[in-house]
């Protein structure tokens, strides 16, 4: 008898027993199945109830009232208002940054003179579109006065502030503006494309060329000699007008964009040069607020104390 009920053999009878209950009818084994399931289960029931009392302590219940529909819409105006409040605190965060990186290249591109950097935001655009004078949130009482200079990204020349600026307002005259004395026979210099690979000296140097605004539009032109070498793309700064402080001295005016031959002049080509900058499109600008010991502009005459 206990060879008889080996282990061996007892695995295999009892796996042979399974296969032949398997393919027996359903109906066969629905009865008696049941009762012996009921008791290989019952030691199993604490664990049971236990695990079943933790998921639903955990889950929350489903929500079965019915739905409160003015709630519902109040919670999804609060959700969205909240959504675009999250979303403009980001995009305020990202103009703070780029704020911060203005200001510092603008103080890496300073130069020689004494001046601080100061953001203005642009409150008011001329309806006039591009050339029209831009009204700014600083004034007298934040440093600012005639002539300050005006950039952005820190060496793209904007323009500059109108004579007798008011305590917290102040007027700024896009480079190219109708009537602006200071665009008028601008004292700009044509640098080589590959001007990082050059001396210092020469770089700084570059082509003379006097730049005047075309009328209708925001470009300027000038004429230099046929044998001067200039290319498209070209950057063009200003060089040392005296109408403007010398802040503005080698800011980025803008790129050439056109060179023609002029029938008239043979020995000379036309320059057309597109401004860097779009002041119709600016919400803010960088000013820089000089010390007015250090003030180099030639003083300009008005029409009255003209002779």
């Known amino acids: 008898m206990s060879r ?20 027996l009818p359903t109906r066969w084994l629905a009865g008696w199945t049941a009762d012996v399931g009921a008791i290989v289960a019952l030691p199993l029931t604490p664990l049971r109830h236990a695990a079943s009392g933790a ?20 919670l999804e105006v609060e959700r969205d208002t909240y959504r675009g409040r999250w979303h403009a605190s980001r995009l305020k965060v990202e103009a703070l940054e780029r704020e911060l990186q203005q200001l510092q290249r603008a103080r890496s591109l300073g ?25 700014l949130n600083v004034g007298s009482r934040h440093g600012v006065s005639g002539g300050t200079v005006a950039v952005v990204d820190g060496d793209l020349l904007v323009g500059r502030v109108a004579d007798d ?63 001067v070498d200039v290319e498209v793309g ?13 802040t503005a001295w080698g800011m980025l005016i803008g790129t050439v964009v056109q060179i023609d031959s002029v029938p008239s002049k043979p020995l000379r080509k036309r320059v057309v040069v597109r401004c860097a900058t779009a002041p119709e499109r600016l919400a803010a600008v960088t000013l820089k607020i000089q010390d007015d010991s250090s003030d180099t502009r030639a003083w300009v005459p008005d029409s009255e104390d003209a002779p």
Do not use: C
């Open 111 to 135: 130069g020689d003179a004494q001046w601080t950097p100061r953001t203005a935001q642009v409150v008011r655009h001329n309806p006039g579109g591009g050339g029209g004078v831009l009204s």
């Open 165 to 227: 600026p008011a305590a917290l307002t102040s007027q700024l005259i896009p480079l190219g503006a109708s009537g602006d004395i200071g665009s008028s026979d601008l004292q700009a210099r044509i640098l080589p494309i590959d001007d990082a690979l050059l001396d210092p000296e020469r770089r700084i140097v570059g082509e003379p060329i006097i730049l005047q605004s075309i009328p209708g539009s925001s470009d300027f032109e000038g004429l230099v000699e046929r044998r």
């Open 55 to 74: 998921v639903t302590w955990v889950r929350p219940e489903k929500f079965t009232e019915d739905y409160d529909f003015k709630t519902l819409d109040r």
């Open 4 to 23: 008889f009920i080996q282990p061996e053999r007892g695995l295999l009878l009892v796996s042979a027993a399974v296969l032949v209950l398997a393919f």
């Open 234 to 246: 070209a950057p063009v700064r200003l060089g040392m007008d005296q109408v403007w402080h010398q």
